[in-house]
């Protein structure tokens, strides 16, 4: 059976859903990887999900509410304001996101 990269690096899926800020902060403050979907473009979606694009947060400042992505488009971190929510220069919404556990030993 073929192992995805997430149980390679020791951790399995643990929750699939819509995005909850205060979820996706105890993850990261806790060294959980969250696998965040963003919707920006206008009518575009798939089969499998709504999100147009999907990036791992790595960093969540609560004071300011400001997200750190690292994102696999040009292998940058960038980051993304809660408050004025903005991704490629287009409005965006945070739509979903995977949640990930250590895998038990």
Same mark, same amino acid.
Request: proline share 9%; net charge negative; aromatic share 12%.
């Given at each position: 059976k073929p192992k995805v990269v997430a149980h390679v690096l020791g951790f399995?899926?643990?929750?699939?859903?819509?995005? *909850?800020?205060?979820? !996706?902060? !105890?993850?990261?403050?806790?060294? @959980? /990887? !969250?696998?965040?979907?963003?919707?920006?473009k206008e009518g575009q979606s798939s089969a499998i999900s709504s999100a147009d694009h999907f990036v791992v947060a790595v960093n969540y400042d609560a004071t300011s509410r400001v997200f750190t992505f690292a994102d696999p488009n040009g292998? @940058?971190?960038? *980051?993304?304001?809660?408050?004025? /929510? !903005?991704?490629?220069? =287009? %409005?965006?919404?945070?739509s979903e996101m @995977? =949640?990930? =556990? %250590?895998? /038990?030993?």
């Open positions: 399995e899926l643990a929750a699939y859903g819509n995005f *909850k800020e205060e979820a !996706v902060a !105890v993850d990261i403050a806790e060294g @959980r /990887p !969250v696998i965040i979907g963003i919707d920006y292998g @940058r971190f960038i *980051k993304f304001d809660m408050m004025h /929510p !903005v991704y490629d220069d =287009r %409005p965006a919404i945070l @995977r =949640r990930f =556990r %250590p895998v /038990p030993n």
